[in-house]
Every structure is written in C-alpha cells, then in structure tokens.
C-alpha cells in the first residue's frame, strides 16, 4: 500500500474510478436481485458468536447493559448466522451486502473490513447458484464496462459460462492424487503431497495437507480463460453444508474461481442442527489447538436451523470480484475508506 494516505487528493484521484465503478456493478446486482424478487436485508453486526471456523479470526467487543452488566460480543465474520435465522422466519429469497470483519488478515486481497454479498433461495436447488454466478459475473463486467477480468497476468472471459470441475477431479488433474482414497488416511495424503513438491510439518492434520494441495497445485490453474466451479468438497472441509444425494464422502459445496483467485462459497445447506453442532464443537477443538481461543457457540442459531427449510447460500468476495472486473491490483483500491495500516 502506498505510504501516502487514501484520502490523499492524488491517491484518491487514482482509485475514484474503481469506487465510482464499484458503485455502477452494486446498482446492476440490485436490480439482478429485484427482478427475481429477493428482498435486500441488513443483519446485525453484533453477535454472540462471529462463526465457528477454526482458521478465521474475529473481532471481540464488550456489551454493557444499563445496570453495567457485561457481555461478550463479537463483529461476524459473515451475515451467514442471521440469514439462515430469517429463512427459518419464512422468507424464501434474500441478499445481503454485509460489512464483515476478519482479524489477522491483511494481503492485496484480504482487508480486515470488507464487503460480502450473499444470498439464499430457500427451497431451490444447489445447482441454481452456479447459474446465478455465471449471470452476476456478467452483470459486474457490463457494468464495468469490460470485456475480461484480470488478476496479476492471468484472465478471463466473465460472458463464458463457467467450467465445472469436482474436487477429486481437480487432485487427479492437477496434482496425480486420488483424493477420494486418502479421505481417511493423514499420512497417505501427506505423502502423495511431498512427492508433488509440496512442505508437510509433522503436526500438519489430514485438513492442512488439504489446504497446501488446493493453493499451491489446484488454485492457480482455475478460472483461467473462464470462471471455475470447484464442487463437491469432502465432508470433513464441508462446514455448514449438506452432503450430497449421489455420494456421502462429498458435500454440495462449491467455490468460484475467476484469474486463480476464489471469490465466492456455496452450500446446499445443511439443516441438521445435531450433524452442525458436531461440526462446530470439532472446529473449535482445532481451533483451540492451534491457536489457543474457540468462540461460543450460537445456541439461537442452531435453535432455527431445527425449523429451516431446505436451502442454498452462497457468499461471494465483492471487493474481489471489484478488483477483477476493474483491474485493480489490492483490495484498498476498490473500498472507499481503507482501514489505515
């Protein structure tokens, strides 16, 4: 970043046609979402629990009551909590453009305040959402006037659908892993990935192996040319997600790649609150391990998903795809008042 501030007159004469662009691709989603009729809510930034995550990180904040009584409270992470408490209220579609927050997170495109667009259909299928990406992705480039999204070197065409691609089918692809033999099996996993080239620590779990595979074999080879679907993801990486109909080692869970970057994950959702506590309690015990915190759980949460519909959400990146459909080259470009370093 630039040591000059962002609200220098230079600086900002810089960026304002990012921002002024951000603005055209915000008002064209609107209208996207109004014609389909979604209704547009805000959720609450304040909750008791900001997501249960191991590897992402929130921001805390103290609660006083009028008789100075004090609670914890947290920035969310994500609106995910509070959308999936409004379909189990009854409301079939919606979006969100939400602030969230991440702490210990500061790269060219990570910020630890930034915009997350997500959005539900309850009672609609999983497959829906990959349409609904390929539409969006070219809504963002009309509206920015552009032909192609860039990311360091790399493009593609946001008018070509999408290219849809399995998890297991990107390993054998992109790495020669048969992941779908090593689901149970740490050091199988390990090894296959040190003969790709690929650091393993003794205390790396099957999860990090996973994780080292995907960025450094698989991410930098999607969404080049046109977008990328990764789908089905093993269940043990699912987090909120159902497992799918044809195959219980998998969930419907996909993420969008444009130019190697991922900008959106998607879920059929899962609605199985005792499966979802399990999840949740195991992702706090890792959490704790590597880093010595966990965050509470969000019992009113799990209370609604006991009476949720079936579901997809989805939440994609917006300051990303910004950047993509722009050209910018770091996220403060694209936000109109940066956090200062």
């Given at each position: 970043m630039t040591s000059s501030p962002w609200w220098a007159p230079r600086v900002y004469a810089d960026r304002r046609p990012f921002l002024i662009a951000r603005n055209r691709i915000s008002a064209a989603f609107r209208v996207w979402f109004s014609a389909r009729d979604f209704a547009e809510v805000e959720t609450a930034i304040l909750q008791v629990s900001p997501g249960n995550e191991a590897h992402l990180h929130a921001f805390a904040t103290e609660l006083i009551a009028p008789d100075a009584t004090r609670s914890l409270l947290y920035l969310h992470t994500s609106p995910e909590f509070a959308a999936k408490k409004l379909l189990a209220a009854g409301e079939p579609r919606l979006f969100t453009f939400a602030r969230v927050f991440r702490n210990r997170e500061r790269t060219a495109l990570h910020h630890p305040e930034f915009t997350m667009l997500e959005w539900y259909r309850a009672n609609e299928s999983y497959g829906t959402l990959v349409e609904d990406?390929?539409?969006?992705?070219?809504?963002?480039?009309?509206?920015?006037?552009?032909?192609?999204?860039?990311?360091?070197?790399?493009?593609?065409?946001?008018?070509?659908?999408?290219?849809?691609?399995?998890?297991?089918?990107?390993?054998?692809?992109?790495?020669?892993?048969?992941?779908?033999?090593?689901?149970?099996?740490?050091?199988?996993?390990?090894?296959?990935?040190?003969?790709?080239?690929?650091?393993?620590?003794?205390?790396?779990?099957?999860?990090?192996?996973?994780?080292?595979?995907?960025?450094?074999?698989?991410?930098?080879?999607?969404?080049?040319?046109?977008?990328?679907?990764?789908?089905?993801?093993?269940?043990?990486?699912?987090?909120?997600?159902?497992?799918?109909?044809?195959?219980?080692?998998?969930?419907?869970?996909?993420?969008?790649?444009?130019?190697?970057?991922?900008?959106?994950?998607?879920?059929?959702?899962?609605?199985?609150?005792?499966?979802?506590?399990?999840?949740?309690?195991?992702?706090?015990?890792?959490?704790?391990?590597?880093?010595?915190?966990?965050?509470?759980?969000?019992?009113?949460?799990?209370?609604?998903?006991?009476?949720?519909?079936?579901?997809?959400?989805i939440a994609l990146g917006f300051d990303r795809l910004v950047m993509l459909a722009t050209g910018a080259q770091r996220i403060e470009q694209v936000l109109w008042t940066p956090v200062l370093e």
């Open positions: 990406c390929a539409e969006l992705l070219r809504a963002a480039a009309e509206a920015a006037g552009t032909k192609r999204f860039v990311w360091r070197g790399r493009e593609a065409d946001p008018f070509v659908p999408p290219e849809r691609i399995t998890v297991a089918e990107a390993f054998r692809h992109y790495a020669g892993i048969d992941l779908l033999a090593m689901l149970d099996d740490r050091d199988a996993l390990a090894t296959a990935a040190r003969e790709q080239g690929i650091r393993v620590a003794e205390d790396d779990t099957w999860a990090d192996v996973f994780s080292r595979i995907i960025v450094e074999k698989i991410e930098p080879n999607l969404g080049i040319s046109r977008a990328t679907v990764l789908d089905e993801y093993p269940v043990s990486e699912a987090a909120l997600a159902r497992p799918t109909a044809h195959d219980p080692r998998v969930a419907e869970r996909f993420e969008l790649y444009v130019c190697g970057v991922e900008i959106a994950n998607a879920f059929g959702e899962l609605t199985d609150p005792a499966e979802q506590r399990r999840r949740f309690e195991a992702e706090m015990a890792e959490k704790q391990r590597v880093h010595g915190e966990r965050y509470p759980l969000d019992e009113d949460f799990l209370a609604a998903l006991a009476c949720m519909p079936p579901a997809c959400g």
